[in-house]
């Protein structure tokens, strides 16, 4: 069963519809039970990073999620403001995050380049190994563009997490996989069939 956490931060209909096309149910709950019964969990998200942990912190899912992701190994993946919460902090709040891997949370800062507007919004590349495309990107297309929403960019401290990356006034990391974790900046619900495939291969990874 694939979980997708509704801690009032997304829009969570449009990712399960998403599944839904690419052959997958999935349930939308806060429902720690649930969660706990969960082979797949997604964590959305739409907004300010300390806004997100205390959403997530007045339901009680902290414990929830630490055990199901981090003891049982269950896959979890981020998308926009969840991503960000994987990492151990940002620019934008005073809270920790979940810290589940090594990285950070930056705001954009472009003083000597005031033609790039903040958020980062719209259609943008990415770049990865196709050679050895890590589990969220296999069979993606060459031309694959996704769509993004954002001010604020995840930093790793490890390179090896690093799975995908985008240019907007430097790079970024646009995706980043750990073991059972992955986290993508863009928006897959929002992106077409290149969305698609990496809804379909988030569903179909090993739990």
Request: with cysteine; glycine share 10%; net charge neutral.
């Amino acid at each position: 069963m694939i979980v997708i956490i509704d801690y009032e931060m997304g829009n969570v209909g449009s990712i399960q519809n998403m599944l839904k096309k690419v052959g997958y149910d999935s349930i939308i709950t806060s429902n720690k039970q649930k969660i706990c019964d969960a082979h797949k969990i997604i964590l959305p998200g739409i907004g300010a990073f300390d806004t997100g942990m205390e959403q997530l912190g007045s339901k009680g899912l902290h414990e929830t999620l630490n055990r199901r992701v981090l003891e049982a190994g269950v896959p979890v993946l981020g998308v926009c403001l969840g991503m960000q919460l994987i990492t151990k902090n940002s620019e934008e709040g005073t809270l920790p995050g979940l810290g589940w891997v090594e990285s950070q949370t930056r705001k954009f800062f472009f003083p000597n380049h005031p033609q790039l507007k903040i958020p980062h919004m719209g259609w943008n590349t990415i770049q990865y190994s196709e050679e050895n495309p890590c589990t969220l990107f296999r069979g993606m297309p060459a031309e694959a563009r996704f769509y993004f929403v954002h001010s604020y960019y995840v930093r790793c401290d490890n390179q090896a997490d690093i799975v995908a990356e985008t240019q907007y006034g430097h790079s970024f990391v646009s995706s980043f996989e750990r073991e059972n974790i992955f986290g993508v900046q863009f928006h897959p619900e929002k992106s077409h069939r290149y969305g698609m495939i990496i809804y379909k291969n988030f569903a179909e990874s090993k739990s």
